[in-house]
Nanobody
Framework: QLQLVESGGGLVQPGGSLRLSCAAS????????TAWFRQAPGKEREVVSC????????NYADSVKGRFTISRDNAKNTMYLQMNSLKPEDTANYYC???????????????????????WGQGTQVSVSS
């Protein structure tokens, strides 16, 4: 059973940077589509960024393009989210998630062709404030 544990959240000033980590155990993370989601108080959960299970499809939410970078280190069985130029509106609880892709799903990490994200971490809080 795949288990996910996030770390790296914290309080940072606007314009600052953080790197979130998602450490996996129990299975090989590279076999899954993986994603970072976030949820702010009073708002719906949204996908921030994702990588397909075959590794070549990477997507970002428009709000973070050019500022955030997702990566996956299969040797360490860990996924990362490098967040630069942070804004107050990036404040949220950030979750990593994984889903098993079958057939054509291995090429997608978002949209109708993406696999269901069945495995979730407990979340890590990111707060951006001066």
């Amino acid at each position: 059973q795949l288990q996910l544990v996030e770390s790296g959240g914290g309080l940072v000033q606007p314009g600052g940077s953080l790197r979130l980590s998602c450490a996996a155990s129990g299975a090989t993370l590279g076999s899954y589509a993986t994603a970072w989601f976030r949820q702010a108080p009073g708002k719906e959960r949204e996908v921030v960024s994702c990588i397909s299970s075959e590794g070549r499809s990477i997507n970002y939410a428009d709000s973070v393009k050019g500022r955030f970078t997702i990566s996956r280190d299969n040797a360490k069985n860990t996924m990362y989210l490098q967040m630069n130029s942070l804004k107050p509106e990036d404040t949220a609880n950030y979750y990593c998630a994984a889903g098993v892709g079958e057939g054509i799903q291995i090429y997608y990490c978002s949209g109708p062709m993406a696999p269901d994200y069945d495995y979730w971490g407990q979340g890590t809080q990111v707060s951006v404030s001066s």
